[in-house]
């Protein structure tokens, strides 16, 4: 079992900026790949960004590339979420969780924290 617990959201204006914390317990961090991923209200939830294990390489979507930097500290069991340039349509409640291989597909991440909300003022 992996533990996950977020935390960082909140209240920004348009063009601010939050960075999401992940902290992890449980089974070695180093052993999962993380992702992130959000809802928003009234939509499906969505990838946002992952990584891997050692926090080599990192995947994004195409809306939040360029905008959000995904990485990791496995000495921390933390996995971290720095979003810039934010926008309105970036509100949305953005979860954390762990996989067993890298993948943009929910149904492949076992372990899931509670989530943080994130909202975007214009």
């Known amino acids: 079992q992996v533990q996950l617990v977020e935390s960082g959201g909140g209240l920004v204006q348009t063009g601010g900026s939050l960075r999401l914390s992940c902290a992890a317990s449980?089974?070695?961090?180093?052993?999962?790949?993380m992702g992130w991923f959000r809802r928003a209200p009234g939509k499906e939830r969505e990838f946002v960004a992952a990584?891997?294990?050692?926090?080599?390489?990192?995947y994004y979507a195409a809306s939040t590339k360029g905008r959000f930097t995904i990485s990791r500290d496995n000495a921390k069991n933390t996995v971290y979420l720095q979003m810039n340039s934010l926008n309105p349509e970036d509100t949305a409640v953005y979860s954390c969780?762990?996989?067993?291989?890298?993948?943009?597909?929910?149904?492949?991440?076992?372990?899931w924290g509670q989530g943080t909300q994130v909202t975007v003022s214009s």
């Open positions: 969780a762990a996989a067993a291989i890298m993948s943009q597909e929910e149904l492949e991440y076992a372990y």
């Open positions: 449980g089974r070695p961090f180093s052993a999962y790949v």
């Open positions: 990584i891997t294990r050692g926090g080599t390489n990192t």
